[in-house]
């Protein structure tokens, strides 16, 4: 399945806690990846991706592989937020460059 920020944004959105909202959904123009921000009681976030190749970044954020359908990604994604890790905190200084996307 080929995935864009309008197929992905509102399976996001329908696993999501009512104290949760997305914060910045991004796909590259280049890569096709997307990168997500979910923002959580207003002061934790976690981030993720979409894609179909491996991350080429030192930041290591998690890689959800294109590949897979809407079941799957639902799953993967609500696996992610709710059963792994902690969350971050938001900073002010990290808030902002995530606001101007």
């Known amino acids: 399945m080929v995935w864009t920020e309008e197929k992905l944004g509102p399976i996001i959105h329908s696993i999501l806690n009512p104290d949760e909202e997305v914060l910045s959904l991004y796909q590259s123009k280049t890569t096709k990846s997307i990168y997500g921000c979910i923002l959580w009681n207003s002061y934790y976030y976690k981030v993720f991706r979409v894609s179909n190749h491996p991350s080429q970044s030192t930041y ?5 592989y294109d590949f897979h359908g809407e079941f799957y990604m639902k799953g993967a994604i609500r696996t992610y937020l709710y059963h792994t890790n902690s969350w971050y905190e938001l900073s002010k200084q990290g808030y902002y460059p995530m606001s101007l996307s």
């Open 60 to 64: 290591k954020q998690p890689t959800f």
